[in-house]
């Protein structure tokens, strides 16, 4: 099983816009991380919060955290062409088990 | 330089072989991972370690093995008992598992 799911599955923007996407998660977590990967690659670490934080900001990117709702949304401002990959969320329980996410597939168009 | 190296990046097997993954790391992390992905999918996590002598099953262990022997490796074997090996796999490492996590590049493993 899956612990995160993500939303949207894939997601198209203009260069410039601006990308939404959401996490949920089943189970009390120590961190949620986002992560991308671009085709056929690792995943390089993105942004960490810890449970206790509700906001995170890194550069282009703004993470929150809502552990009531187990919900994490991570937004990319002023997205570039570059920007186009797969994002993953990922918890880490409190057994130290990194779960990852479905992912959003996001596609920035030049 | 520092890093995570998986090997070898493309793999084949033949069907009923068992097939073993390599994954290195001189980052001094203690928690290593391996995660399948298959295509157009999220990662599925397979065993994990958070010290040396010591791992847990993960989400889809079945078919899997592992060994913890020294800090700086957690090789991964494919068994003849996986019926559906044929994926990309990654290994992942992290200072206590409390951190972020450092992925190798990862492995494409075939069955021809």
């Known amino acids: 099983s899956q612990q995160g799911e993500e939303d949207p599955q894939a997601l198209s923007i203009q260069e410039g816009e601006n990308a939404t996407m959401n996490c949920s998660y089943k189970t009390s977590i120590n961190n949620l991380q986002w992560y991308r990967q671009n085709s056929g690659r690792g995943l390089v670490h993105l942004i960490l919060i810890r449970s206790n934080e509700r906001e995170k900001h890194s550069g282009r990117l703004r993470v929150t955290l809502d552990t009531s709702k187990k919900s994490s949304s991570l937004l990319i401002t002023a997205s570039r062409a570059a920007d186009t990959a797969s994002y993953f969320c990922?918890?880490?329980?409190?057994?130290?088990?990194?779960?990852f996410g479905s992912g959003t597939r996001l596609l920035v168009r030049p | 330089d520092g890093g995570i190296t998986q090997s070898p990046k493309y793999l084949f097997r033949k069907e009923g072989q068992n097939v073993t993954l390599s994954c290195e790391q001189n980052?001094?992390?203690?928690?290593m991972y391996w995660y399948r992905q298959d295509p157009g999918q999220g990662l599925r996590l397979i065993y994990y370690s958070q010290i040396v002598n010591d791992f847990q099953k993960g989400d889809i262990a079945e078919g899997y093995s592992v060994s913890r022997e020294k800090k700086e490796s957690f090789p991964l074997t494919v068994t003849s008992a996986q019926k559906n090996p044929t994926a990309f796999y990654l290994c992942?490492?992290?200072?206590?598992?409390?951190?972020?996590?450092?992925f190798g590049q990862g492995t494409r493993l075939t069955v021809v």
């Open positions: 990922a918890t880490l329980d409190s057994s130290y088990k990194l779960i």
């Open positions: 980052l001094n992390h203690d928690a």
């Open positions: 992942a490492s992290s200072v206590k598992g409390d951190t972020e996590a450092f």
